[in-house]
Nanobody
Framework: QVQLVESGGGLVQAGDSLTLSCAAS???????MGWFRQAPGKEREFVAA?????????EYADSVKGRFTISRDNAKNTVYLQMNSLKFEDTALYYC?????????????????WGQGIQVTVSS
């Protein structure tokens, strides 16, 4: 059983930056880590994912490519989502997730464990 706890969310203005953290227990170095988000009235969507080893492949949604960066610190059992140039449409509940995929998959069904989510609100 893996437990995930997100932190770092909040209210920011358009153009600002924010970094989300996801602390996992126990270790995460055997799992692919991903971030998803869900805006009010919309389905949950993929944001970013990174394979289990440091410096391995990553995957991003087109809507965040070039603005968001996923990274992980396996020694700290933590994965991060650096979000720059935030837009109003980035407003959502952000979820951290992990699963055994060997690739940074967009498929939510490939993730076995999910955090409770953390709110990010971007004012225009």
């Amino acid at each position: 059983q893996v437990q995930l706890v997100e932190s770092g969310g909040g209210l920011v203005q358009a153009g600002d930056s924010l970094t989300l953290s996801c602390a996992a227990s126990p270790r995460i170095n055997v799992y692919t880590m991903g971030w998803f988000r869900q805006a009010p009235g919309k389905e949950r969507e993929f944001v970013a994912a990174a394979v289990r080893w440091i410096g391995g492949s990553t995957e991003y949604a087109d809507s965040v490519k070039g603005r968001f960066t996923i990274s992980r610190d396996n020694a700290k059992n933590t994965v991060y989502l650096q979000m720059n140039s935030l837009k109003f449409e980035d407003t959502a509940l952000y979820y951290c997730a992990t699963g055994p995929s060997e690739r940074p998959t967009r498929n939510p069904n490939s993730y076995w464990y999910w955090g409770q989510g953390i709110q990010v609100t971007v004012s225009s």
